[in-house]
């Protein structure tokens, strides 16, 4: 076990909040005839976003390994999300999967990020 910096604790909050808006996905399956993701990556969505906040648990009581874990399962989530961009879907959603890649991002980068040890001062040099 080992504390968290300030960014650490906001990437891992960030990645909590993702995970939560995850898990309900397959309860909004896209309706028969419209454009959305398939119900086996929403289906996925959900199973990852499970797992997620179970690893969530561990990391907010200083689990290192469980950041990575909830690293893992966002990042596959965003992987799951790429092919939107590459087929003709609504601008809305469109904008909900770069906004959920982007978002995704900035929690592992906060999230991994190295804890910064202070430049030690002329008294510790001693």
């Not at 950041?67 to 990042?75: E, G, Q, T, Y």
Request: net charge positive; hydrophobic share 60%.
């Amino acid at each position: 076990m080992s504390t968290r910096s300030r960014r650490q604790t906001a990437g891992l909050v960030i990645a909590g909040l993702l995970l939560i808006s995850m898990v309900p996905s397959v309860l909004v399956p896209t309706p028969e005839g419209e454009e959305g993701p398939p119900f086996v990556v929403l289906l996925l969505g959900t199973v990852l976003g499970l797992i997620g906040l179970v690893a969530f648990a561990f990391a907010w009581r200083g689990h290192r390994g469980a950041m990575r874990v909830i690293a893992a399962a966002l990042i596959i989530n965003a992987i799951l999300t790429l092919p939107a961009f590459f087929v003709d879907i609504p601008a809305g959603l469109l904008a909900l999967a770069g906004f959920s890649v982007l978002v995704t991002v900035v929690a592992v980068t906060l999230m991994l990020a190295p804890q910064r040890t202070g430049l030690p001062t002329s008294e510790a040099l001693r």
